[in-house]
Antibody, heavy 121, light 111 residues
Framework: QITLKESDPTLVKPTQTLTLTCTFSGVSLSTSGVGVGWIRQPPGKALEWLALIYWDDDKRYSPSLKSRLTITKDTSKNQVVLTMTNMDPVDSSTYYC?????????????WGQGTMVTVSS | QSVLTQPPSASGTPGQGVTISCSGSNSNIGSNYVSWYQQLAGTAPKLLIYRSNQRPSGVPDRFSGSKSGTSASLAISGLRSEDEADYFCASWEDSLSAIFVFGTGTKVTVL
């Protein structure tokens, strides 16, 4: 059974850097075809894909946020970390991490519960 | 900045059928699979359909997906009260670096 959990809710100030950790179990990011991605959702709005890292360390980023995002993995700890620089109040959202694999043609089949990020001075 | 367009709302009475459309382009739906996600109020999204028309284990066969050209659809038959939720389509987008895009979302209301 695959589960994912995002780090605790956080409050960051404008211009600060956000660091989010996704801790997962039941799967290894060293297994061929596996990926972990980040998606966010402002209150009452649509989902927005942010980034994805694959088992082979291939990384993909949303073009509109690419300059602010970094995604990394720690296979030994079963963790994926997303950093987002220069935070702004419009970045206040629920952030989700999710599992993908070639089994579902890289759809996000298992999601974490989400974590709330608030950007305010 | 969703590149996949969905109607903002759809509704039906219990037992009826509802169909949600998702419109894209040649670079996303036109050349890649579509996935659909159901998000109940206050919860994380759940995968409903992958590879345009495949259901993960546990998803009722009342939910079905289809794709034609640059558009896709999610059909819900025999509507039930627990189907009231937001529904999002999604697809990979071919570009210099493949990216993932979500639809604008559709709120389904069971009257």
């Amino acid at each position: 059974q695959i589960t994912l959990k995002e780090s605790d809710p956080t409050l960051v100030k404008p211009t600060q850097t956000l660091t989010l950790t996704c801790t997962f179990s039941g799967v290894s990011l060293s297994t061929s075809g596996v990926g972990v991605g980040w998606i966010r959702q402002p209150p009452g709005k649509a989902l927005e894909w942010l980034a994805l890292i694959y088992w082979d360390d291939d990384k993909r980023y949303s073009p509109s946020l690419k300059s602010r995002l970094t995604i990394t993995k720690d296979t030994s700890k079963n963790q994926v970390v997303l950093t987002m620089t220069n935070m702004d109040p419009v970045d206040s959202s629920t952030y989700y991490c999710a599992h993908s694999s070639v089994t579902t043609s890289n759809a996000f089949d298992i999601w974490g519960q989400g974590t709330m990020v608030t950007v305010s001075s | 900045q969703s590149v996949l367009t969905q109607p903002p709302s759809a509704s039906g009475t219990p037992g009826q059928g509802v169909t949600i459309s998702c419109s894209g382009s040649n670079s996303n739906i036109g050349s890649n699979y579509v996935s659909w996600y159901q998000q109940l109020a206050g919860t994380a999204p759940k995968l409903l359909i992958y590879r345009s028309n495949q259901r993960p284990s546990g998803v009722p066969d009342r939910f079905s997906g289809s794709k034609s050209g640059t558009s896709a659809s999610l059909a819900i038959s025999g509507l039930r009260s627990e189907d009231e939720a937001d529904y999002f389509c999604a697809s990979w987008e071919d570009s210099l670096s493949a990216i993932f895009v979500f639809g604008t979302g559709t709120k389904v209301t069971v009257l």
